[in-house]
């Protein structure tokens, strides 16, 4: 039993450090999800606009998993659908963690802000770029417009989202701003 004298508080089990560990991760998996949703979202809009749900996977999965041509994929395949959409995900969520990571060194160096940005804008980039040189004819297929489209979408919410949870961040990009 407790005496009087004991603080009915306990102490957080974890260092700041790793308090700002779990943040991070928290962060990371709830931008990674958001924007995976967000891309999936639009695509499910595409292909029902077009009068084939779920098309987008199963030809991304066709490609990515079988070998397959765009031309060769002509109907859906659930389990494609469901391996394609878990590779998405984790694909966001690996893209989620970098970008709370960037995010974190920004709120806690908001001079390195521009060049943060600079880097996304760099890595989205590269990877649209790295698609593109690697399956000319499936972005030809899904359409240029149609992927930069679901990118901008899903950076949009994405930074959305940190400025939401970490409202100081902004603040403190006005402030170093005006201080250069």
Same mark, same amino acid.
């Given at each position: 039993m407790a005496s009087a004298s004991q603080s009915t508080s306990q102490p957080s089990l974890l260092t700041p450090t790793q308090q700002g560990l779990v943040y991070l991760l928290e962060d990371g998996v709830l931008i990674g999800v958001a924007g995976a949703a967000v891309v999936a979202l639009w695509f499910l809009i595409l292909?029902?606009?077009?009068?084939?749900?779920?098309?987008? +996977?199963? $030809?991304?999965?066709?490609?990515?998993?079988?070998?397959?041509? +765009?031309? !060769?994929?002509?109907?859906v395949n659930p389990f494609i659908v %469901?391996?394609?959409?878990?590779?998405?995900?984790?694909?966001?969520?690996i893209a989620g963690f970098v970008i709370a990571?960037?995010?974190?060194v920004f709120e806690h160096n908001p001079q390195f802000g521009i060049i943060l940005l600079l880097l996304f804008l760099? %890595?989205?980039?590269? $990877? %649209?770029?790295?698609?593109?040189?690697?399956f000319p004819t499936l972005v030809g297929a899904l359409g240029a417009v149609a992927v930069a489209s679901g990118n901008l979408f899903a950076?949009?919410?994405?930074?959305?989202?940190?400025?939401?949870r970490h409202p100081s961040? $902004?603040? !403190?990009?006005?402030a170093a701003w005006r201080e250069q």
């Open positions: 292909d029902t606009a077009r009068g084939r749900m779920f098309f987008t +996977p199963t $030809l991304l999965g066709s490609v990515v998993f079988l070998g397959q041509s +765009p031309d !060769q994929v002509t109907s %469901f391996a394609y959409t878990g590779l998405h995900g984790v694909l966001f969520l990571w960037m995010f974190s760099l %890595f989205e980039a590269i $990877l %649209f770029s790295f698609a593109a040189a690697i950076a949009i919410v994405m930074f959305w989202f940190l400025i939401r961040a $902004l603040t !403190q990009l006005r």
